[in-house]
């Protein structure tokens, strides 16, 4: 199955949906809809958690800031979180900046991909092989160039490293 066919990219390939809408971040489960919603906010260096009127910080922009997440957080999200690498890609002179997260729990690790004024875009774990990516006008308008980006894109990294280890097998 070609796993970046845009007929097929759909949430029934993971588990939770998380969108940023005013000013409410929301987990949407993908059996039985919202899960939780949550106040937050956004500036320069990342975005926060609000809690009883203090921010606690969920993702870093900055690279190499590793969070390690509190116990009212690793409820909902996973221990650990650090931004991994960020890219620009220019389209019809549009600029899009996106950040690539990587979140760790026990035994799970999920890549998190967020699209500068839009949220998240695209969620992968690597364990189960379970993506999504959002189907919104923007993050769409990032599809072409995102899904080919070998350099960046954490399921092609991954398909990549099986296909070796298959012709490693087959030698």
């Not at 845009?6 to 029934?12: E, L, M, V, Y």
């Not at 999200?77 to 960020?86: A, G, H, M, P």
């Not at 969620?123 to 959002?134: D, H, I, Q």
Request: charge should be negative; proline fraction near 0%.
């Amino acid at each position: 199955m070609d796993i970046w066919n845009k007929n097929t990219i759909k949430d029934k390939y993971v588990i939770y949906k998380v969108l940023l809408e005013g000013d409410s971040l929301s987990i949407y489960k993908r059996d039985n809809g919202i899960r939780n919603k949550f106040k937050f906010a956004l500036d320069a260096k990342g975005i926060y958690i609000v809690e009883n009127e203090k921010l606690k910080l969920l993702y870093s922009f900055e690279k190499n800031v590793k969070i390690l997440r509190d116990s009212s957080l690793t409820k909902n999200f996973y221990n650990e979180v650090e931004l991994i690498d960020k890219k620009k890609y220019i389209i019809n002179e549009v600029e899009y900046q996106i950040y690539h997260f990587s979140e760790i729990d026990y035994d799970t690790t999920l890549d998190s991909y967020y699209l500068e004024g839009e949220g998240f875009i695209c969620f992968y774990e690597f364990k189960g092989s379970e993506f999504l990516y959002l189907d919104s006008s923007k993050a769409l308008e990032v599809y072409k160039i995102f899904s080919e980006d070998y350099s960046f894109n954490a399921v092609l990294q991954a398909e990549m490293m099986r296909k070796n280890v298959l012709k490693r097998r087959e030698n």
